[in-house]
């Protein structure tokens, strides 16, 4: 037994380990959660508010628009520094100057893509309006952290550096690097130029479709239905983009009040302003446009001299030294040699590839944000619009006064029709290079349809007679189609009813792959008796990609198997590699039309894939097939990447693994990538009967830090397909915070 005095000790010396890990704690997780009530004083013109609500938003009420984006920038620095710091790195190639080796391969990316190179030049030729919108968003950030110099949040510590001040440029090197996630397309056309050495180019260019049949040509997610078809007799606008899960979630809601300014909405941390949302008369949604913006280039290239041969003359690349600071390593140095068409992004068995993109051709970068803030009509908003660089972007409108319209936005190249293959071009020749950009008074646009609403699901809205080649990484129809007719199952709709379409599961893909495999099964004489359980499962199914059901995931594994198997039958070797987005309007095709030259004997080919998709199953939730759970199988989780590295503690600063319903062709969509899953980044519904009615939910939370109560308290209702009331006339204060001027 132990002595009274050394229980003591050992009593005390626990006591004094739970008050340093308290203090800690408290040193550096809660102590830089930020000021939310009280007073502040500030560089601003006038008084300010700050109304925190349930949920975090905060609501900002200054008297003028340069002191509502200089408290924009402050109060998200309070709650994102850390995540804007990271994108400003990540864009900007500096990662390994605080992360160690592993963030080299990253930053070399970054470098060759010359994102910060861009953004230097661009901020010294914006245009003054513009540029002062970024400048008093810069100070706002800049004011948070010359006062919170030793009050960061933990991710500093953990990493233990300091941020620099915010620029102008490290704005634009945020907006690049969601120009770079939403248009880097430059590596699948290596895998179709590896697939067409290898294979058939007319069964290849079946596969890679661009264009599919039976769009809804009325039309992330975005729709918008006019008043006749709304219960309130106001028109009802939905949006829910679709981008990689992360946490903190990648937008930040935010309302901005000034005399000339009323907009809420969610805004993305580096930037000012209000990206998606509403003001007192309009509302907007966006979605990717999906149109190919990046060319990669075949160049005859010498790398020791930097010559390339174009049009039968030579010409000398320009070289640009790069050196990637390492953390507790060498620095690393590299050149990256420039062309006539952009940097060489790879060289690979001998061959050189220059990239060409609409994000590197913008001398001057205008940022029209503010302007679309302010637009109290359909032409105020369009020609706000027009300045709008990209990444092009799908913008779905409605307002108060009962109109809905579709924008397509953003610079796109103009191309030759015989260069729009979606491969490498011959950069030697000098036959493709781009002509232009589309005007864009040329861009698909419409208002008030004769259809009765506005639909845009990532698919093509180019029309067939485009006069200019249409070539992109398009949706397939089936979200837009299963919208469409949701919509048109009923006359008239309640604005809180559209968090039931926008959380459908139903794959109208998957459900036709379902039925013809039943088909095959029936028409094969149902010889291989394996196969019966599976399929009458298939048989009883309804489509739905729900968790808690085996056939979602059964279905799923086959599609992977076919997909795999006609990409063998094209280019030998490849099946592996091919999974564009249009892959299943492509295999629904042939299974349709079931050409001779592809397989002789279709029934025996879904049969074949249905039994190794059973095999593979088996590995992972064993022989009962009606056991499996395709919430086992398609689940999400979303890591804490710094602090999640905490032992003991770390691994609940993140999400998941948690079961998810939805598939690539469900309107919820649930999609597996070579990164982060993608998924429903944001839910809103705008209400134009009465915008205090309208409802907005990010994924996690508004907060970056891990203690905050603002962290992970949207969760929740995310997951189950709930929202929260879109504060906006009225305002529900929990915390306020006066800036006085100083």
């Given amino acids: 037994m132990f002595s009274t ?36 004083d500030a560089p601003i013109q006038g008084r300010a508010t700050i109304v925190r609500d349930a949920i975090g938003v905060p609501h900002i009420t200054a008297a003028s628009w340069q002191d509502a984006i200089f ?110 996630t939403l248009t880097t397309s430059w590596r699948s056309k290596l895998i179709k130029l590896h697939m067409l050495e290898h294979g058939d180019p007319a069964k290849l260019e079946f596969l890679f479709p661009s264009h599919s049949e039976a769009e809804p040509h009325a039309g992330s997610n975005a729709w918008a239905i006019p008043g006749a078809r709304s219960a309130t007799g106001k028109p009802i606008l939905a949006s829910d983009p679709h981008l990689e899960y992360s946490l903190p979630s990648t937008w930040y809601m935010v309302h ?49 001299s930097g010559r390339y041969l174009f049009q039968g003359q030579l010409e000398q690349a320009r070289l640009e030294r790069e050196v990637i600071a390492v953390k507790g390593e060498n620095p690393m140095e590299f050149g990256t040699w420039i062309t006539r068409h952009g940097p060489i992004v790879l060289s690979d068995e001998g061959k050189s590839y220059s990239l060409r993109w609409t994000a590197a051709d913008e001398t001057r970068l205008d940022y029209p944000f503010l302007d679309i803030d302010r637009a109290q009509n359909w032409q105020e908003f369009t020609a706000a619009l027009a300045r709008f660089p990209g990444p092009p972007q799908n913008f779905v409108y409605a307002d108060v006064d009962g109109n809905i319209g579709y924008q397509a936005a953003g610079h796109i190249p103009e191309r030759k029709p015989e260069c729009s293959a979606g491969v490498p071009a011959d950069g030697t ?28 699901a990532n698919q093509n809205l180019f029309p067939e007679d485009s006069p200019y080649p249409v070539h992109g990484n398009f949706a397939p129809p089936y979200r837009a ?42 028409a094969n004489g149902h010889h291989e008796a394996a196969l019966h359980d599976p399929v009458e499962i298939l048989r009883a199914w309804n489509g739905q990609m729900e968790i808690s059901s085996p056939a979602p995931m059964l279905i799923t594994l086959t599609f992977d198997q076919l997909r795999k198997a006609i990409a063998e039958k094209a280019s030998p070797g490849s099946g592996s590699f091919y999974n564009p987005a249009m892959a299943p309007v492509a295999v629904e095709r042939l299974l349709r039309e079931q050409p001779q030259d592809w397989f002789t004997d279709y029934n025996s080919l879904l049969l074949k894939c249905l039994t190794d998709a059973i095999a593979e199953g088996v590995q992972t939730q064993g022989s009962k097939i009606s056991r499996w759970d395709y919430g086992r199988f398609n689940t999400l989780r979303i890591p804490n990447l710094v602090a999640g590295s905490l032992p003991l503690v770390g691994k609940y600063l993140g999400i998941g693994p948690v079961p998810m319903s939805g598939s690539p062709t469900t309107v919820k969509q649930m999609a597996r990538t070579v990164g982060p899953p993608l998924g429903p980044s944001m839910r809103m519904i705008v209400d134009f009967s009465n915008l205090d009615r309208s409802l907005q939910n990010i994924t996690v939370g508004e ?5 905050s109560f603002h962290y992970k308290d949207q969760w929740d209702a995310y997951y189950i397909g709930h929202s929260f009331p879109m504060q906006f006339q009225t305002v529900e204060a929990v915390h306020t915070l006066t800036v006085e001027p100083k």
């Fill in 5 to 40: 005095p050394l229980l003591r000790a050992i009593n005390l010396s626990i006591a004094v380990l739970i008050l340093a890990v308290l203090g800690s704690v408290y040193q550096f997780a809660w102590r830089p959660l930020p000021q939310t009530s009280g007073r502040l």
């Fill in 71 to 180: 408290l924009q920038g402050y109060v998200t620095a309070q709650d994102r520094l850390w995540e804007m710091e990271a994108i400003r790195r990540l864009a900007a190639g500096q990662l390994a100057e605080i992360v160690g080796p592993r963030g080299v391969d990253s930053d070399e990316e970054a470098r060759r893509l010359r994102l910060l190179r861009l953004a230097d030049a661009q901020a010294k030729t914006m245009n003054p309006g513009d540029k002062a919108v970024l400048a008093a968003y810069a100070r706002g950030v800049n004011y948070f952290i010359d006062t919170h110099r030793n009050n960061l949040p933990i991710e500093f510590t953990l990493l233990r550096f300091d941020p620099r001040p915010w620029e102008i440029r490290d704005s634009l090197l945020a907006a690049l690097q969601m120009h770079r």
């Fill in 256 to 304: 901005l009040q000034a005399p000339d300014l009323d907009v809420t909405g969610v805004a993305l941390p580096g930037l000012p302003g209000v990206i998606i949302g509403h003001n007192q008369r309009i509302g907007w949604g966006v979605t990717n446009l999906e149109f190919d913006v990046q060319d990669l280039y075949r160049e005859q290239f010498d790398q020791k």
């Fill in 429 to 456: 020749a000098g036959d493709c290079e781009w002509v232009g950009i589309v005007p864009f008074e040329q861009m698909p646009h419409f208002s008030n349809p004769a259809s009765g609403a506005v639909i845009s």
């Fill in 481 to 522: 189609k299963q919208i469409q007719a949701r919509l048109g199952s009923k006359a008239t709709w309640q604005p809180q009813e559209m968090l039931e379409i926008q959380k459908d599961v139903y794959s109208a893909f998957s459900d036709f792959l379902a039925h013809q495999i039943v088909a095959a099964w029936d």
């Fill in 703 to 707: 907060s970056g830090q891990p203690l």
